[in-house]
């Protein structure tokens, strides 16, 4: 165990002892992102460093408090990456009391568990992740999984980390699986209506198109859909022939894909003092009643709405009818008591789950009090 690890490993025995709270946090990156935690800050940044990296076997094990632009800068050297494309949230003064420039941390990548425009067509964050060292509740320190797929057998308590939002235990060091860059990109434009584009995002989801990302947008003037392909070269070209559409320059359209990963596009700015919610659904699912056109991602599965605080009930219902759920993301104003708080209520049989895990992992509750619900 390294002195930064022992360190912490101490501050997490004492908490415990005398049932002090612990705010975990690294970057800062995501502080907007769901309730408001209470406690004594448990800083994760000074466990830092890339252990073990094996580019020809596709897997780095790096600790939680490495910053997310470092570790991505080495796996670009060795021509590979995250293809789920985590947010990093950059530029602060967007988000209530987030930390400006590339703050974010591979550990919280993994505790917020967001995943960027890729998602639907590559897979989430938890599906990369092979394996967890943390230190629970009684500063024990636990590992979970490995770095291969098949050290996976029975409950697999590496990615229930995914979107614990660290409720169950401070993570320290993570085993991921990576990718290589696709060899062939392009971009595709498309002038259309919502429903237009939810149809042929569906029709083109069921065939053999190397998709990879979407973004439909109405901006008062024009409602357009852009298409991201990647695969092989020869695939990318001959989806853009089938598919048609204004092809884009890629160079022109690598900086408004990071924009649109870390909800930056001029879309999102010019919320005001609106909530932005994050409405997560079925592909299928048609247009819905909401207060305005959202911006769609995820080619039909992510719909991004601006709203006023009273149009809450409204987005949940909608959400809800097509088998969704509705996520408030960034509030418009600081005030971080909402009815109903930040994420949708959990069922009964789910939120005795959710509270037995808790115990397991954090008895004495010490971890990120509040952070997912108000009395977790």
Same mark, same amino acid.
């Given at each position: 165990?390294? +002195?930064?690890?022992?360190?912490?490993?101490?501050?997490?025995?004492?908490?415990?002892?005398?049932?002090?709270?612990?705010?975990?946090?690294?970057? @800062?990156?995501?502080?907007?992102?769901?309730?408001?935690?209470?406690?004594?800050?448990?800083?994760?940044?000074?466990?830092?460093?890339? $252990?073990?990296?094996?580019?020809?076997?596709?897997?780095?094990?790096?600790?939680?408090?490495?910053?997310?632009?470092?570790?991505?800068?080495?796996?670009?050297?060795? @021509?590979?990456?995250?293809?789920?494309?985590?947010?990093? #949230?950059?530029?602060?003064?967007?988000?209530?009391?987030?930390?400006?420039? +590339?703050?974010?941390?591979?550990?919280?990548?993994?505790?917020?568990?967001?995943? @960027? &425009?890729?998602?639907?067509?590559?897979?989430?964050?938890?599906?990369?992740?092979?394996?967890?060292?943390?230190?629970?509740?009684?500063?024990?320190?636990?590992?979970?999984?490995?770095?291969?797929?098949?050290?996976?057998?029975?409950?697999?308590?590496?990615?229930?980390?995914?979107?614990?939002?660290?409720?169950?235990?401070?993570?320290?060091?993570? +085993?991921?699986?990576?990718?290589?860059?696709?060899?062939?990109?392009?971009?595709?434009?498309?002038?259309?209506?919502?429903?237009?584009?939810?149809?042929?995002?569906?029709?083109?989801?069921?065939?053999?198109?190397?998709?990879?990302?979407?973004?439909?947008?109405?901006?008062?003037?024009?409602?357009?859909?852009?298409?991201?392909?990647?695969?092989?070269?020869?695939?990318?070209?001959?989806?853009?022939?089938?598919?048609?559409?204004?092809?884009?320059?890629?160079?022109?359209?690598?900086?408004?894909?990071?924009?649109?990963?870390?909800?930056?596009?001029?879309? #999102?700015?010019?919320?005001?003092?609106?909530?932005?919610?994050?409405?997560?659904? &079925?592909?299928?699912? &048609?247009?819905?009643?909401?207060?305005?056109?959202?911006?769609?991602?995820?080619?039909?599965?992510?719909?991004?709405?601006?709203?006023?605080?009273?149009?809450?009930?409204?987005?949940?219902?909608?959400?809800?009818?097509?088998?969704?759920?509705? $996520?408030?993301?960034?509030?418009?104003?600081?005030?971080?008591?909402?009815?109903?708080?930040?994420?949708?209520?959990?069922?009964? &049989?789910?939120?005795?789950?959710?509270?037995?895990?808790?115990?397991?992992?954090?008895?004495?509750?010490?971890?990120?009090?509040?952070?997912?619900?108000?009395?977790?």
């Amino acid at each position: 165990m390294n +002195s930064a690890l022992l360190l912490i490993s101490e501050q997490v025995r004492a908490a415990a002892a005398t049932g002090t709270a612990l705010r975990i946090r690294g970057g @800062g990156s995501k502080d907007f992102y769901g309730e408001r935690a209470t406690g004594e800050l448990l800083d994760t940044r000074p466990l830092t460093g890339i $252990t073990s990296y094996e580019p020809s076997e596709l897997v780095v094990t790096v600790r939680a408090g490495t910053k997310l632009a470092e570790l991505e800068a080495v796996l670009a050297e060795r @021509g590979q990456c995250l293809p789920f494309e985590p947010p990093h #949230f950059e530029g602060g003064a967007t988000y209530s009391g987030s930390a400006a420039g +590339s703050a974010a941390t591979v550990g919280g990548m993994v505790a917020a568990g967001l995943s @960027g &425009p890729a998602r639907a067509s590559v897979g989430a964050v938890r599906d990369y992740v092979l394996g967890v060292t943390l230190l629970n509740g009684r500063a024990e320190l636990l590992t979970f999984g490995g770095q291969v797929m098949k050290n996976v057998a029975g409950y697999d308590v590496s990615r229930l980390m995914c979107g614990a939002l660290g409720t169950l235990g401070l993570i320290t060091e993570v +085993s991921l699986k990576v990718l290589p860059l696709a060899p062939a990109e392009a971009t595709l434009k498309f002038q259309m209506g919502q429903t237009e584009a939810l149809a042929q995002l569906n029709r083109w989801g069921g065939q053999p198109l190397p998709l990879n990302a979407s973004c439909w947008v109405d901006d008062g003037q024009t409602q357009t859909l852009y298409l991201r392909l990647r695969g092989a070269v020869a695939a990318v070209e001959a989806a853009c022939q089938s598919l048609g559409g204004e092809r884009q320059d890629n160079a022109a359209t690598a900086p408004d894909w990071h924009l649109c990963r870390d909800q930056q596009l001029p879309w #999102f700015l010019e919320r005001g003092a609106r909530d932005l919610w994050r409405l997560s659904v &079925p592909q299928t699912a &048609p247009v819905l009643d909401l207060p305005e056109p959202p911006l769609v991602e995820w080619h039909g599965g992510l719909r991004w709405v601006r709203a006023a605080p009273e149009d809450a009930a409204r987005l949940r219902a909608a959400a809800a009818v097509v088998g969704g759920s509705a $996520t408030l993301f960034i509030a418009g104003t600081p005030c971080p008591e909402r009815a109903g708080g930040r994420f949708d209520a959990l069922k009964p &049989p789910l939120d005795r789950i959710h509270r037995q895990l808790k115990k397991e992992f954090d008895p004495a509750g010490i971890f990120n009090r509040g952070r997912l619900y108000p009395d977790f």
